[in-house]
């Protein structure tokens, strides 16, 4: 065995003093140190990959509940819209056959006026029955 060692003489006293150690105990004592600190590091680096792996969940769970919640949002404004457009397709096609109505009903009466007033001048005779059924056939149309 390797022994490292170190000797003085006391003069004052007439002693000599010596200490020593042997190299093979600070190889064990190294290694020994050098287990725990491995241990350490390893533990630590578990730590580390154990919060950076559960943050990554929460991060992935809060990520997908929000977009779960803003696809429900969107889903909402989505079904709204539809609605409001087709109500405003129904606002609008009873505007239009109440306008088309009107319209062609005035032209209908009109029309009647005048084949009234061409029949009285010319004495002409004219299907009543036949304006009349197209009359009411519109009005049954709108």
Known sequence: MTKLSYAAWLDKWEWMIGTGLYIEDVAQEVAVLRAAIDKNIETTMFSIVTIFAVT?????????????HEHKLADKNLKELAHKTVMFQEDERK???RELHDGVNQLLVSSK????????????SVRWGT????????????
């Open 56 to 68: 990554v969940a929460v991060i992935i769970v809060l990520t997908l509940a929000i977009n779960w």
């Open 95 to 97: 505007h239009l056959a």
């Open 113 to 124: 006026c005048h084949l009234e007033l061409s029949i009285l001048e010319m004495s002409m």
């Open 131 to 142: 304006l009349s059924s197209l009359n009411h056939r519109c009005r049954k149309l709108s």
